[in-house]
């Protein structure tokens, strides 16, 4: 081999290895030195290293980077860095709340980027109509608490001006000295009987226990000096009427004390409350239970599905029941023979379940059964009994008739309870397909 060939070998070795390193190097040469004599050489290892220098900055995140160099490679890093540019954009846009963003220059990602696209437009919708229904279930909640209590202001006014009972007790605690005229209105009695009354017989136990824990509190105040300064105590308790009624009685407790400070005796107003603790129990109520079957409802279910995963009455069952044919029914009889069927299917899981069993209406024509220490056995002999009752009521109560779909599923553990859930929705479903194949709903 020539002199003239060896150097022309060792030139290519080193334009080679050039070549190796601006693919795989970290660092590189700015320029070929042993090459810059070379014809075309320097150019092209500027054109690549500059293709390098591209990829590298688009790699740790600058989209900015300018490529000069010209032709196919560079022209197509220039395109996909125009790309990248025009998605970045796109992003800031879909983040700024624009869902009409598109991608249809990405391949695969192009699909990903617009099915995200439209999660998202679907999911802000979905929580724009859920807070539109909240304002307007903060609007009727506030209407009715404003109802509620412009009738609790009516009703107190009533009680101040007409039915109060103001009377005073000795420091015994023992005998009333005195007691006004609307003690008739409150108790059926007359001011001599309610005053012969031993003070045993004008309240409940309970209450009589009540009543003295807050006179001794006020005898404390006293000792300490402290009256003067002392709110009345307030304290509600259940008095007994004449005619065996127990009301509910809010009393107010003052001490009167002499010059020197000591108790001379206590007054105090009693009112009816009655109407106002039927009140809060019937809000109470409603807030926790269905208003067309008087089941539990949806939340006051959530709340004890997770009392239960956090407790310790272990198994937990779960039994999903779904109505069959309920729209039907609704579309062919009318929304009153379909709310007949959801009472029906109400009435049925009564039946069948115990006192202390969560049994909730949690939707249109679904209900669930919440069985605390209760293994799967049990739950299927409890599924098998509300078949048994769905027979006995519709034999009992003719058409429309109550069909209704089952499943069951049981937990070990309060870590299992979501899965349960599911597992029983999931029977129920397979029940639901079981039964419609064996069995079409018809009218």
């Known amino acids: 081999m020539t002199k003239a060939a060896e150097n022309n070998v060792d030139l290519f070795d080193v334009a080679v290895k050039n070549l190796h390193d601006l693919l795989t190097a970290q660092g590189v040469s700015a320029e070929p030195p042993e090459l810059i004599g070379v014809g075309g050489y320097s150019e092209l290892y500027a054109s690549l290293l500059e293709v390098r220098t591209a990829i590298m900055a688009f790699a740790s995140g600058n989209l900015n980077y300018k490529v000069t160099a010209k032709g196919y490679m560079p022209g197509a890093i220039k395109a996909l860095q125009a790309s990248l540019n ?16 598109r991608v249809d220059f990405m391949g695969d990602f192009s699909e990903s ?19 539109r229904q909240l304002l307007e279930n903060n609007i009727k909640l506030q209407q009715q608490a404003d109802a509620i209590r412009e009738s609790e202001e009516r009703l107190r006014h009533i009680a101040e001006n007409v039915s109060d009972v103001i009377w005073t007790l000795d420091r015994s605690m023992e005998h009333f000295t005195y007691i006004s005229p609307s003690i008739a209105g409150l108790r059926g009695l007359s001011v001599a009987e ?22 001794s509190n006020e005898i404390v105040n006293a000792q300490n000096h402290h009256v003067a300064d002392s709110q009345p105590e307030v ?5 007994v009427c004449q005619d065996g009624r127990v009301i509910n009685v809010e009393v107010v407790i003052s001490a009167i004390t002499d010059s020197d400070g000591k108790i001379k005796e206590f007054v ?6 009655t109407v106002r603790k039927k009140t809060e129990g019937l809000l109470k109520f409603q807030s926790t239970h269905d208003s067309l079957t008087g089941l539990y409802n949806r939340a006051f279910f ?3 599905l997770e009392l239960a995963a956090r407790g310790r009455q272990f198994p937990v069952s779960i039994i999903v029941a779904d109505l069959d044919g309920l729209k039907q029914v609704n579309d062919t009889l009318g929304h009153g023979a379909g ?15 115990r006192g202390n069993d969560i049994v909730a209406r949690t939707g249109g024509d679904e209900f669930v059964v919440l069985l605390r220490e209760m293994d799967y056995e049990e739950a299927v002999i409890a599924i098998e009994r509300i078949r048994s009752c769905v027979e006995i009521y519709n034999a009992n109560n003719g058409e429309p008739s109550v069909r209704i779909s089952l499943g069951g599923a049981t937990a070990a553990t309060g870590e299992k309870i979501p899965e349960t859930l599911k597992k029983a929705d999931e029977l129920m479903y397979a029940d639901k397909i079981l039964r419609k194949q064996q069995a079409p709903v018809t009218l």
Do not use: C, Y
């Open 86 to 101: 025009h998605l970045t954009w796109q992003t800031k846009m879909v983040s700024s709340g624009d869902f009409t963003q």
């Open 113 to 131: 980027f617009n099915m995200m696209v439209k999660q998202l437009e679907k999911s802000r919708n979905e929580l724009e109509g859920m807070n």
């Open 194 to 215: 309610a005053l012969q009354e031993p003070i045993e017989q004008a309240m409940t136990p309970e209450s009589l226990a009540t009543l003295r824990k807050a006179l």
């Open 235 to 239: 304290i509600e308790i259940e008095q």
């Open 268 to 273: 105090g107003v009693s009112r009816d409350i």
């Open 302 to 304: 959530d709340a004890e």
């Open 339 to 353: 709310d007949q069927v959801i009472k029906g299917a109400a009435t049925i899981l009564q039946m069948v379940f």
